[in-house]
């Protein structure tokens, strides 16, 4: 009933998901954060939740204009599945505005593919990661993807290659003059730390990372297995599941890098929900489907108890 139900592009299907992220994310920041209502912090939460659909509509797009997935609504349930899983990502604003403009620096990458206006695009992705990096400074990572991206489909045109650094250059031209402006130019050393947390010593031994590493082991397996079909299957999925799998890992490596108290998981969701989308998508048994999907979710809301008692 429920692979059914998302197995169509239904505008039912989003509408539901939606109301149930909103709820989701209400019960959340009201109750579970203990936070006290405030009318100055109303504005910032009402942004945040407004990011926060508006993500799923941009994913439910990203799928079925790249086509990186068949048309169906897992990616958008599976995002939504991810927030429950990790349900501490929704205290973290920082993280949640940070994975918007990464997720539209990753729609404008998808459609490099075309080879239409491919410096537009590669530009747009520039800034926007840029932009992203304001909230998150190893956000700078993803360049590495802007850059396979462009030796990908049009490594030739020598002039791809140097519009990462004009996007660059405009963003750090526009910060600085509004730094400048307000007396803040202090925010760069302050901002850009670039520091290491794996590094410490008690890193390894946090709950919550040993929970994310089991989560990214997983999703390698998953992702694994979704490349040996689609080599069998071809059919143009390849290079764009690349991509995706690229932002999954520097997703991974963000996590790594973070800053104490940073929930940057979020990062990674969007890839997971394509390739799981995608592993779904190759059972055919339709009560095996079924199956696997109440596992899903089954597992995602015992995963939210535990991170309570966490």
Not at 62 to 80: G, L, N, Q, W
Not at 264 to 293: G, Q, R, S
Request: glycine fraction near 4%; hydrophobic fraction near 60%; include cysteine.
């Amino acid at each position: 009933m429920i692979s059914s139900f998302f197995g169509k592009t239904k505008p039912i299907n989003y509408i539901v998901l939606s109301v149930f992220l909103f709820l989701f994310y209400s019960v959340f920041v009201f109750f579970e954060a203990n936070q006290e209502i405030n009318v100055d912090t109303i504005p910032l939460d009402v942004l945040t939740g407004g990011t926060l659909l508006l993500s799923i509509y941009i994913i439910s797009r990203i799928v079925r204009v790249e086509k990186v997935t068949d048309f169906s609504s897992y990616a958008i349930f599976f995002f939504v599945l991810l927030f429950v899983a990790f349900s501490k990502v929704l205290g973290d604003k920082n993280a949640i505005f940070c994975n918007f403009f990464l997720l539209l620096a990753v729609w404008r990458l998808l459609a490099v593919k075309s080879i239409k206006n491919v410096k537009h695009k590669i530009f747009d992705a520039s800034l926007l990661i840029c932009i992203a990096s304001l909230f998150y400074d190893w956000a700078v990572v993803f360049f590495l993807l802007v850059f396979f991206v462009i030796n990908v489909y049009d490594r030739k045109t020598f002039k791809n290659w140097l519009v990462p650094i004009v996007g660059i250059l405009t963003f750090f031209i526009l910060v600085f003059t509004f730094l400048k402006v307000n007396g803040e130019l202090s925010f760069f050393a302050d901002h850009y730390r670039f520091s290491i947390d794996f590094l410490k010593t008690d890193f390894f031994t946090e709950p919550a990372i040993i929970k994310l590493l089991i989560y990214v082991f997983l999703l390698v397996v998953v992702m694994s297995l979704v490349f040996l079909k689609v080599r069998k299957k071809g059919g143009g999925k390849l290079v764009p599941l690349r991509i995706v799998f690229l932002a999954f890992i520097f997703g991974a490596f963000i996590n790594l890098f973070k800053s104490v108290d940073a929930s940057p998981v979020l990062i990674t969701f969007f890839p997971a929900a394509v390739f799981l989308t995608n592993y779904i998508e190759t059972i055919k048994k339709a009560k095996l489907k079924e199956v696997v999907v109440v596992i899903c979710v089954a597992l995602s809301f015992v995963l939210f108890l535990v991170e309570l008692n966490l």
